[in-house]
């Protein structure tokens, strides 16, 4: 039943967000006590060179884990091209990458696709990096606005068309709101950040938002779009009354809409994000060591911030040589770690991993092999 699997993954997933220098009791992936990173599980440096692509959400920690992991292992580079969730999937399933980044879990026929690559056991989903994703704007003087999911999705189906619109100002009473165009901006590239952010707007505001839930943008509802993350946002910042949604790390001095949750309004934070993650579900039918997780979009949680962006890095079950394994075994637990996750939350504001969560994607990631 749904209550029995939500509390069992609440259980799982209590994501630490609090105290970002609080120290786990395990020590699974070799992390020294002085914090230093990690090298390989067994302690000894690995070499080679890894090669991802993927989510430029996620870029901001990629780098941080990049300069950590390679700080411990001098001979190791990690390459990584923040090409868009869709594009790394598409690398990662054609074999161009050891690795992908993915704001959004396989589906199903990918899955099955990834037997073609990785083996017959398929790839793994290890969630890496979560993180709210803002509603941004820019209309000069306003800092915050407070907005039901109903509003926002009729603002991004372009109903709502400026910002002192009626229903937009009954939820601002004492905010100046000019008679400023809105200017829609979304992503012009297949994008996890897309497909988690029309899912809010399908669960929460469904009688607005009938489009299918995608990694691409409404074909009928173009506007001005830009590639990536940092796409998006360099073009919210230069033009006047422009709207987007992006990882929240990256919307700089943009102002940002606090969503309505139940009957209060939630501000954007890790803590707010890793509280949404609390109310998710193991997808089902995946295999036991697969980490792919359902969010509850419509969570009316006090406190939790439902548009929030889980981040996976894709990893094979099998590599054809032991150098191969032992590389994106050893990258994988660093980013994983304590102090990988540490690192993320340091450079990019993300919330993160549970002990629990944590725990669960070091199991995973060891139980990568040689192909037989």
Same mark, same amino acid.
């Given at each position: 039943?749904?209550?029995?699997?939500?509390?069992?993954?609440?259980?799982?997933?209590?994501?630490?967000?609090?105290?970002?220098?609080?120290?786990?009791?395990?020590?699974?992936?070799?992390?020294?006590?002085?914090?230093?990173?990690?090298?390989?599980?067994?302690?000894?440096?690995?070499?080679?060179?890894?090669?991802?692509s993927g989510s430029s959400a996620q870029n901001s920690a990629m780098e941080a884990w990049k300069v950590g992991f390679q700080e411990a292992n001098p001979d190791a580079t990690v390459q990584y091209s923040p090409d868009g969730s869709g594009a790394g999937r598409q690398a990662f399933l054609a074999g161009g990458a050891q690795f992908g980044g993915s704001d959004a879990y396989l589906k199903d026929d990918e899955m099955e696709a990834a037997k073609d690559i990785c083996g017959p056991n398929g790839a793994l989903n290890i969630p890496a990096y979560i993180s709210p994703i803002s509603v941004a704007f820019n209309l000069e003087g306003v800092e915050s606005l407070q907005m039901d999911a109903e509003t926002i999705a009729k603002?991004?189906?372009?109903?709502?068309?400026?910002?002192?619109?009626?229903?937009?100002?009954?939820?601002?009473?004492?905010?100046?709101l000019p008679d400023t165009a809105i200017t829609v901006v979304h992503r012009s590239d297949e994008s996890g950040t897309t497909e988690n952010f029309v899912e809010y707007l399908a669960a929460a505001a469904q009688d607005v938002w009938t489009y299918d839930v995608s !990694?691409?943008? /409404?074909?009928? #509802?173009? =506007?001005?779009?830009?590639?990536? $993350? &940092?796409?998006?946002?360099?073009? +919210?910042?230069?033009?006047?009354?422009?709207?987007?949604?992006?990882?929240?790390?990256?919307?700089?001095?943009?102002?940002?809409?606090?969503?309505?949750?139940?009957?209060?309004?939630?501000?954007?934070?890790?803590?707010?994000?890793?509280?949404?993650?609390?109310?998710?579900?193991?997808?089902?039918?995946?295999?036991?060591?697969?980490?792919?997780?359902?969010?509850?979009?419509?969570?009316?949680?006090? !406190?939790?911030? /439902?548009?929030? #962006?889980? =981040?996976?890095?894709?990893?094979? $079950? &099998?590599?054809?040589?032991?150098? +191969?394994?032992?590389?994106?075994?050893?990258?994988?637990?660093?980013?994983?770690?304590?102090?990988?996750?540490?690192?993320?939350?340091?450079?990019?504001?993300?919330?993160?991993?549970?002990?629990?969560?944590?725990?669960r994607a070091l199991e995973a990631i060891a139980s990568i092999e040689v192909a037989s």
């Open positions: 039943m749904k209550v029995s699997r939500i509390g069992q993954a609440a259980a799982l997933l209590s994501v630490a967000a609090l105290s970002l220098s609080a120290c786990g009791s395990d020590n699974a992936t070799g992390t020294p006590e002085s914090g230093t990173p990690a090298a390989g599980a067994s302690g000894a440096a690995v070499s080679g060179t890894l090669t991802g603002v991004f189906k372009k109903e709502i068309t400026a910002w002192n619109d009626p229903a937009i100002a009954a939820q601002n009473e004492g905010v100046e !990694g691409d943008w /409404p074909a009928d #509802l173009q =506007s001005e779009n830009a590639k990536g $993350t &940092s796409g998006v946002v360099s073009t +919210t910042t230069s033009t006047p009354g422009a709207i987007t949604y992006a990882d929240a790390s990256a919307t700089g001095g943009l102002g940002q809409v606090h969503v309505k949750v139940g009957e209060e309004y939630t501000e954007l934070s890790a803590e707010a994000a890793a509280k949404a993650v609390e109310a998710s579900q193991p997808v089902e039918g995946r295999p036991a060591l697969d980490m792919s997780l359902d969010l509850e979009r419509d969570t009316t949680e006090s !406190g939790a911030y /439902p548009i929030v #962006l889980v =981040s996976y890095e894709l990893f094979c $079950t &099998s590599y054809e040589d032991q150098e +191969t394994v032992d590389l994106v075994k050893a990258f994988g637990e660093f980013v994983v770690s304590e102090e990988g996750q540490n690192l993320a939350a340091d450079s990019a504001g993300s919330a993160p991993l549970s002990e629990g969560l944590r725990e």
